[in-house]
């Protein structure tokens, strides 16, 4: 599978991006998803995942009530729709693809994206 994020970008803290996440070569339904993002000198940290059908989603709570995951499976496409941007947010995003259940830890994913810059200015 592979896995290619779009969508990232400047913005002023309290604007909003929605980052993209075109995948191809299997069937990209069947596949639960995540993203996750790591800024610099910091570790890859989880922020959403959405299983295979869309109607399964979970968000850390740091980002909950900011950040929503979903998923187009006829476009093979998975979002992260990200309001009220803080500078703190600024990360690279990447996405990443499993067999399987929803998952938190980046171990459990077998597909990754390059990742694409977010940077939130003050």
């Known amino acids: 599978v592979q896995l290619v994020e779009s969508g990232g970008g400047l913005v002023q803290a309290g604007g909003s991006l929605r980052l993209s996440c075109a995948a191809s070569g299997r069937q990209f339904s069947g596949l639960a998803m995540g993203w996750f993002r790591q800024a610099p000198g910091k570790e890859r940290q989880f922020l959403a995942t959405i299983d295979w059908s869309g109607g399964r989603t979970y968000v850390v709570a740091s980002v909950k009530g900011r950040f929503t995951i979903s998923r187009d499976n006829a476009k093979n496409t998975v979002y992260l729709q990200m309001n009220g941007l803080k500078p703190e947010d600024t990360a690279v995003y990447y996405c990443?693809?499993?067999?399987?259940?929803?998952?938190?830890?980046?171990?459990?994913?077998?597909?990754w994206g390059q990742g694409t810059q977010v940077t939130v200015s003050s």
């Open positions: 990443a693809g499993r067999s399987g259940w929803v998952a938190s830890d980046k171990a459990a994913y077998d597909y």
